[in-house]
């Protein structure tokens, strides 16, 4: 079917940034959704990002104008722009391949002093 492989995270000071990559395998993303969701301890996965097989996106209120999502087809990946970032921005970050919904490992991001 399909594996998903996030890189990027890390550790980085309030008002950095950071930028995540997800590797997919298979011939079927160029045609699926894609979204980043996070989960923080003690709270639920939450929605971060969208994009579309066609590339319109769609962001949580709570990163618009900081995270960005973007995809290449060609290369199947998808990736998130991650600036300004905040502590509440801590979490553990996962790809999602909506068409089969699918999950990445995840890539852990803590935002610290």
């Known amino acids: 079917q399909v594996q998903l492989v996030e890189s990027g995270g890390g550790l980085v000071q309030p008002g950095g940034s950071l930028r995540l990559s997800c590797a997919a395998s298979g011939s079927i993303f160029k045609i699926s959704a894609m979204g980043w969701y996070r989960q923080a301890p003690g709270k639920e996965r939450e929605f971060v990002a969208y994009i579309s097989s066609g590339g319109s996106t769609n962001y949580a209120d709570s990163v618009k104008g900081r995270f960005t999502i973007s995809r290449d087809n060609a290369k199947s990946t998808v990736s998130l722009q991650m600036n300004n970032l905040k502590p509440e921005d801590t979490a553990v970050y996962y790809c999602?391949?909506?068409?089969?919904?699918?999950w990445g490992q995840g890539t852990q991001v803590t935002v610290s002093s």
């Open positions: 999602h391949f909506l068409g089969l919904s699918s």
